[in-house]
Antibody, heavy 118, light 108 residues
Framework: EVQLVQSGAEVKNPGESLKISCRGSGSRFTTYWIAWVRQVPGKDLEWMGVIYPGDSDTRYSPSFQGQVSISADKSISTVYMQWSSLKASDTGMYYC???????????WGQGTLVTVSS | AIQMTQSPSSLSASVGDTVTITCRASQGIGNDLGWYQKRPGKAPKLLIYEASTLQIGVPSRFSGSGSGTDFILTISSLQPEDFATYYCLQDHNYPQGTFGGGTEVNIK
């Protein structure tokens, strides 16, 4: 079973950039898709996008296309989510998770809390 | 894009009750559906995948059914730890996915 460990909580000002990470264990990290899921405080889960670390093939939800950038470094079994200019509305908890198909998101990171406030 | 409509948005129940939550897809998705439990301060937890397959370690009081456009999550004999928010997720166009709007299960 894969284990995903995310980077720590971040507090940023609006307009700043940010890159958070999700490191996977196991030699098969490059053979499965890793998705990012957001939960804004008091709101529902949102599927943001997904990447295949083996070749960095990336797909985005229309709601998040152009708002964030997902990348991967397979040499260190890590995927990233990046913002170039944060907004207060980006405040939330961000989870990375293995996506195995058939509705199966089965190994979750612990979450990274991002707070954007002036 | 495939939309998922989940109902009800919230419900109140007592320990020992049986509750059902439904998810309807805007188009047929076969059995490409999962159910998740979300408790405050915890990462989401996979309960059911492939519409009806119980994830390893999940109690058998959770069950899923349906295919095509209509799906049901049933929780039998509700336990105190089951009071949480539940979400469906479809990934028929894998690897892309969409969550339903969530159902909050509250204590009556």
């Amino acid at each position: 079973e894969v284990q995903l460990v995310q980077s720590g909580a971040e507090v940023k000002n609006p307009g700043e950039s940010l890159k958070i990470s999700c490191r996977g264990s196991g030699s098969r990290f490059t053979t499965y898709w890793i998705a990012w899921v957001r939960q804004v405080p008091g709101k529902d889960l949102e599927w943001m996008g997904v990447i295949y670390p083996g070749d960095s093939d990336t797909r985005y939800s229309p709601s998040f296309q152009g708002q964030v950038s997902i990348s991967a470094d397979k040499s260190i079994s890590t995927v990233y989510m990046q913002w170039s200019s944060l907004k207060a509305s980006d405040t939330g908890m961000y989870y990375c998770v293995r996506s195995a198909g058939n509705g199966r998101l089965d190994s979750w990171g612990q979450g990274t809390l991002v707070t954007v406030s002036s | 894009a495939i939309q998922m409509t989940q109902s009800p948005s919230s419900l109140s129940a007592s320990v020992g009750d049986t509750v059902t939550i439904t998810c309807r897809a805007s188009q047929g998705i076969g059995n490409d559906l999962g159910w998740y439990q979300k408790r405050p301060g915890k990462a989401p937890k996979l309960l059911i995948y492939e519409a009806s397959t119980l994830q390893i370690g999940v109690p058998s009081r959770f069950s899923g059914s349906g295919s095509g456009t209509d799906f049901i999550l049933t929780i039998s004999s509700l336990q105190p730890e089951d009071f949480a928010t539940y979400y469906c997720l479809q990934d028929h166009n894998y690897p892309q996915g969409t969550f339903g709007g969530g159902t909050e299960v509250n204590i009556k």
